[in-house]
């Protein structure tokens, strides 16, 4: 089955504890991304990738890393945690094609608390 | 970044009742796009809109592309308990070797709760 999968699905946690967010995807795309979604904001990019070791950053990257180092897999670093990075976290896919608009689709979600 | 206004903000209908809402930005936008998001879910692509001015159905959702590129409105027709969720508009700007390329704008969200 095609899809995206991001591990964990919950996490609480205390400021400065380090911790990593994988996102996996099955369906050999270009283009992965990561996206916050806090109530009454929406969906804000973090950061994205383009390609294999191609990545920059979106409307939100302060506090966070990324790295691309197999097509498939996009995984999400927090350093040093704070508070304010406590939401909803989405992995998003797409194919990369010219001229039109890609299909994002989006991982079930990862709920960060961070205390 | 920029946002996308979207709204109402939230919506409680009685079953059966038809439902409207729409988004607007103060910039152009190539593609307009309307996900929904079930609890505890990743949002999932509902229309997709490519054309100024093109209108779109898919069951009982319609959605239109706004002539001046700026707005999008999605209807639901008949609405019923399962429609509940939150639905999002985005706009996508398509650069050909631009880094915008594949970005998405979201606009807030609008919470649709409906009552049997």
């Known amino acids: 089955e095609a899809q995206v999968t991001q591990n964990p699905r919950y996490l609480i946690t205390v400021t400065g504890k380090k911790l990593t967010v994988t996102c996996s995807q099955n369906?050999?795309?270009?283009?992965m991304s990561w996206y916050r979604q806090d109530p009454g904001l929406g969906l804000r990019q973090i950061y994205y990738?383009?390609?294999?070791?191609?990545?920059d950053k979106g409307d939100v990257p302060e506090g966070y890393k990324v790295s691309r180092k197999e097509k498939r897999n996009f995984p999400l670093i927090l350093e040093s945690p704070s508070p304010n990075q406590t939401s909803l976290y989405f992995c998003?896919?797409?194919?990369?094609?010219?001229?039109?608009?890609?299909?994002?689709?989006f991982g079930p979600g990862t709920r960060l608390t961070v205390l | 970044g920029q946002q996308l206004n979207q709204s109402p903000q939230s919506m409680f209908i009685q079953e059966g009742e038809d439902v409207s809402m729409n988004c607007t930005s103060s910039s152009i936008f190539n593609t307009w796009l309307w996900y929904k998001q079930d609890p505890g879910e990743g949002p999932v692509l509902l229309i997709a809109?490519?054309?100024?001015?093109e209108l779109t159905s898919n069951g009982r959702l319609t959605a239109q592309f706004g002539i001046t590129r700026k707005d999008s409105f999605l209807n639901i027709s008949a609405s019923i308990p399962s429609d509940v969720g939150i639905y999002f508009c985005?706009?996508?700007?398509?650069?050909?070797?631009?880094?915008?390329?594949?970005?998405?704008?979201f606009g807030q969200g609008t919470i649709l709760t409906v009552h049997p």
């Open positions: 985005a706009g996508q700007r398509a650069s050909a070797g631009g880094t915008s390329y594949g970005k998405l704008t």
């Open positions: 990738s383009m390609n294999v070791e191609v990545t």
């Open positions: 369906m050999n795309h270009e283009y």
């Open positions: 998003a896919s797409s194919l990369l094609l010219a001229g039109r608009y890609n299909e994002q689709f």
């Open positions: 809109l490519y054309k100024a001015g």
